[in-house]
Every structure is written in C-alpha cells, then in structure tokens.
C-alpha cells in the first residue's frame, strides 16, 4: 500500500482517556492504589475532628458516641482515648501514604516502560519516509521526554485529582453534618474556584502544547550538533552554531514563559478567594457560637476543616497546569502509535524460503513527495548468480532502486520483484532477509567489532566472524588491534577510519549469507590499495549470490557480468564494460573521464 499524502502523525482525541485505558491491565494495582489514596485523605482529615473533639470534652462537652459505643464518663480517660485514636489514626495514615505512594509509582514505571516500548516499536515499523522527513529530536522527545511527563503526572498529578474528590465530599459531608448554613457560607467560593481552574487549564492547554513543540526543536538542535562536530570544529562554526542552539532554547523558554506567565496568577487569586471564604466561617461561625448555635469545638472543626478544604485548592492549578502538560505528551505519544504504517504487509502476504536471487523491475514509476519522477518506466532483469554493476551520472536513481528493492517505498506504477513474486504481496520481514545491503552511508552501533560483524547476533559463532572479516579483507586490521574483535568502535564506529568502516560492513553483509547481495559504493571510502584488493576479489565476495554493485567508480564494476547504465530514470544503456565503451555513450563518457582518456587526449 503506497499512502503519499498521509500525514507522519495523526491527531488524537481524548488523550487523557487513552493514557487511563492504557492502564487497563493494571486495573487492580490502579485500584488498590486509589483506595489508599482515598484513606490516607480521610484520615489526614482526622486531625480537625479530633482536636473538636479534644476541645468539647475539656469544656464538659463531649460527643455522645464516647459515652455510648465505648462506656467512658470520666473526661480525663476521655482525652486518653482521642490520644490513642490518634496514635492509630496516624499510624494508618503512614500505612496508606505508603500505600497509595509505592502502589502509583510503581504503576508509573511500569506504564512508562510499556508506552515507551509501544512507541518505540511503533517508530520501528513506521516507513523511511517518516525518518527522512521527521526531525530525529521530535521523536526522541516523543520517546523520552513526552512518556517521562505522564509518568510525572502518574506520580503526583493524578493522586492529587483524587485526593481532591475525597476531600470535596469527606470534608464537605463533615461541615454539612455540623451547620448545612455555616457550611454554605463557606463553600460559597469552591464554584468560582473550579470555573476559574477549568478556564486557566483551557487557556492553558494551546501554551503547552507550544511547550511540547518547543522541546522536541531544542532536542534536534541539539542531537544535530553533537553528531555534527566535526564538521562544527573543521569549519570554525562553533559560534554560529551556538546562536541557532541559542535561537531553538530562546523558542522554549519564551514558551514557557508564555505559560508561566497565566499559570503562575492563578494561585494568588485563589488565595483571596479562600481568604473570603475563611474570613465570612469566623465571622457567622463565631456570631452562632456566641448565641449557642454550635459548641466551641464544632467552631473549631469548622474552621479547621474549611482551612483545610480551601487551601489544596491553591494547588488547583498546578495540578491542572500538570495534566496540560501530560495531556499535550499523550496527544503526541498516542499520534505516534495511532498512526499506521504507510507500507505495510498484505493480508494474504506470502512467504518466502530462501530465494533463488532473481530480480526483476518492470517499467516501475517512482517519485518521492513533492518531487519529480525519478523513476520513468525503468526494467531490467536480473537472473539468480548473476553479478550486474549499476551505473550512471548523479541523481539518476541508483539509490532508489535499493529502496524499492527493500520495500522501504512503495513504487507508483509497475513492480518490483524478487523470484516472480511482487515485493508488496512478500512480507516484509521475509523480503529483507534475502537482501544483504552494503551502504556508502555505513553505520555502526556503539559496540565491540564483534558485535557489529555479528549484528544482530543470533546464533553467530566466533569462526563465522573470522571467516566473514578474512573475505572482507579486514581481518589483518584486526589482528593488529591489542583487544582484537573486542575493540570498541565508539559512538557511530568513530574509532575507525572511513575505510575500516567500510570492511566491517562488508564482513557484516557477508555473515548474513543473503541470496541477494547489494554493494552501494562499496569502495567509496577504502585506500587504493584495499580498493584493489576487493575488486579482485569481488567475484568470489559475490560467488553464490545475486550481486547488486552500484558504482561511481566504475572500475569496481568492470568485470561484472552485465553493467546496466541508469539515465533519466530510464536504463539508458545494458552491456560488458568492453561493449559499452565501444559504444560510446554514457558509460563511455563516464569511463573516459575517470580512466584519465579524456586528459590524456587534450594532453596529446
């Protein structure tokens, strides 16, 4: 399935109701940390209570339960009961606190490996396009910074939501049960507080995902620099370079500082508001007591428990502001896995053995977004064993064919097959395995050099590395080496030259032992002398397999069996190196050029 005009990410809706349903196999624990939650909010609200208590049974007061559940008359055993009370009150509270705090963190590193990994994979199985036109730092955002901000709100966010609710009808219930007018009284400020907390949170919501946006930027300036320092360094770029870090940081603090900016009002003007609420309980709370309305003690709950229902609510909008944020990195996290690989495997997609090697593009029609076609009608055929050389002027589409035979795009018009079979009905697990692929590009992972011949690593003997590395001619280099193959190649294989890279690759592609073996200017990056060892030993690199050698330097290409000649997307030319220079086209002109001719004939 080709999908061109999809976009990379698709929006989501409802992320926050996605991140909970993503904790579904976790209900139980989930469950059991809200609970503790739950307790460990009423016993905290244990205290006001108490001390009410405390002070009615010292006024010769006491609430009834006292004398009537558990026999105690004398006032002073009355106080050592509300001692122990408390004594288990805050022992239970501990216990729960420990409870809902151990029961959400663990479910927060747990929903934070699982997200990271769905993510993860996610990526994995998106196609090349959404590599090459998504900045590599929005995605590592996506994948640690965005993940790590639920986990964030997991943590602390989400306990305090429910916290809230407890206190909301706990607290609330209480100050009814004492004077339903008192209590009214002093609620009255509780709905312009939530109106204005849902206001800033919807005010808030378009500044963080700007936030979001802003990390992801700094991220990829950043990754960019790093891998690029050599080239900062040889260019005496450091300044420049420093600005445009500084330009990328300067977008996320401003944003920031756009949200910081409301965020941080909230908390003052609900503090007036609570202060309106507390201010108008002593009041009428004091004026009844006076009159004998309600006892000294319920007067003192009352005001201890508004104080202690109004004041979580200056942290209203910090914890709003908290679930903005994790809500604007689960629209990012859940767009990543929402969205469906452009290229993916048919329903009834075949599988396939090992393959003879034969290949075969027929009148294939290729572009890449936004672009003119690179490929206009393009066949050729190329039978299993045979060792054919690509070549052509920049530009021409050799390193398109690499992709479309790997199936990392799909092509417009015509087909591209492996053994008669359309590369779009093979599952593309089974598709790459019969393709070893030596890139100009070549990468290596931070490891041993055994670890990156062997890649992956299945299954992979210490005799089949050597026996790889000797075939690759890179093995001398090794042996030169004090640790070996356990010499690490650093970050990227920077430990090695552009040539000892390129031997590693080839010992890699050889160890896989694919039917079909492709060399992408193998030789691009080797000294003469190790270039003129692989050419002579190119026939017996690719003895047993289809070779595919794309080449610049068409000396490495000279002996293969046929050399197909790439022009306008089109196969301009097919034949021996001898035929085609006979001809005196293309090839001729490219072989001219390089082989001195052309020098030689102006000289003369």
């Not at 005009?5 to 909970?20: E, G, I, S």
């Not at 393009?378 to 199936?407: Q, Y």
Request: charged residues 20%.
């Amino acid at each position: 399935m080709n999908a061109p005009d999809q976009p990379l990410l698709q929006p989501v809706a409802k992320p926050m109701w996605r991140l909970f349903s993503y904790l579904r196999p976790a209900k139980l624990n989930l469950s059991l940390a809200t609970l503790a939650s739950v307790c460990n909010k009423v016993l905290d609200l244990a205290p006001p209570i108490l001390t009410g208590w405390l002070i009615d049974v010292i006024i010769r007061q006491p609430p009834g339960f006292i004398e009537g559940w558990f026999g105690i008359v004398e006032p002073f055993h009355a106080v050592i009961f509300l001692a122990v009370l408390t004594v288990i009150i805050f022992g239970l509270e501990s216990l729960s606190q420990w409870g809902y705090a151990y029961g959400f963190m663990t479910l927060a590193q747990g929903m934070q490996h699982r997200l990271r990994m769905d993510a993860y994979r996610a990526m994995q199985r998106r196609e090349i396009r959404f590599f090459e036109e998504h900045r590599l730092g929005r995605t590592l955002s996506m994948l640690n910074d965005d993940v790590n901000q639920l986990e964030r709100f997991l943590n602390n966010g989400f306990n305090e939501l429910v916290q809230l609710v407890v206190l909301v009808l706990f607290a609330g219930s209480v100050m009814i049960g004492i004077s339903p007018l008192l209590a009214i009284a002093g609620l009255a400020p509780v709905p312009l507080i939530v109106w204005g907390s849902l206001k800033f949170s919807k005010m808030l919501e378009p500044r963080y995902v700007k936030v979001r946006e802003n990390v992801g930027e700094v991220a990829t300036r950043l990754e960019n620099n790093i891998g690029g320092i050599l080239v900062i360094k040889s260019f005496t770029a450091e300044d420049f370079e420093a600005g445009r870090v500084e330009k990328a940081s300067e977008g996320y603090r401003a944003a920031n500082t756009h949200a910081i900016k409301l965020s941080s009002v909230f908390v003052p003007l609900i503090r007036m508001l609570i202060a309106a609420g507390f201010a108008t309980v002593i009041i009428l709370g004091g004026y009844w007591a006076f009159q004998g309305k309600v006892t000294t003690g319920q007067l003192v709950l009352f005001c201890m428990m508004i104080q202690r229902f109004l004041w979580p609510l200056t942290r209203l909008g910090q914890t709003f502001d908290e679930y903005q944020r994790a809500k604007a990195g689960a629209a990012r996290v859940f767009s990543l896995l929402d969205t469906p690989p452009a290229i993916q495997d048919a329903p009834d997609a075949l599988s396939l053995e090992r393959a003879r090697g034969e290949v075969e593009f027929r009148d294939v029609i290729f572009q890449y977004r936004d672009r003119e076609e690179v490929l206009r009608g393009l066949s050729f055929h190329v039978k299993p064993g045979e060792m054919v050389g690509i070549a052509g002027p920049t530009g021409a589409g050799k390193s398109t064919l690499i992709k479309l035979l790997l199936r990392l795009y799909d092509v417009q018009r015509g087909a591209v097959c492996i053994d008669g079979h359309d590369v779009k009905r093979l599952k593309q697990v089974e598709l790459r395995r019969q393709i070893a692929l030596v890139s100009q590009d070549v990468f290596l992972f931070h490891g041993t050099i055994r670890e990156n011949i062997a890649y992956p690593g299945v299954n992979v003997t210490d005799d089949q590395v050597l026996a790889a590395s000797t075939a690759a001619h890179f093995h001398e280099f090794v042996a030169t080496l004090p640790q070996g193959y356990d010499t690490m190649v650093g970050e990227r294989g920077i430990k090695l030259s552009g040539g000892q890279r390129q031997r590693l690759s080839i010992a890699r592609a050889l160890l896989k032992n694919a039917p079909i073996l492709i060399l992408d200017e193998a030789t691009s990056s080797v000294d003469t002398e190790t270039e003129r060892i692989i050419q002579q030993n190119l026939a017996e690199l690719v003895k047993g397999r289809t070779a595919l050698v794309i080449a610049h330097r068409l000396s490495t290409i000279r002996n293969a069996d046929r050399i197909l000649v790439i022009k306008d997307g089109r196969l301009g030319e097919e034949g021996t190196h001898d035929s085609l220079v006979e001809q005196g086209g293309v090839y001729a002109d490219l072989w001219a050029v390089q082989s001195g001719t052309v020098e030689q004939e102006v000289s003369s």
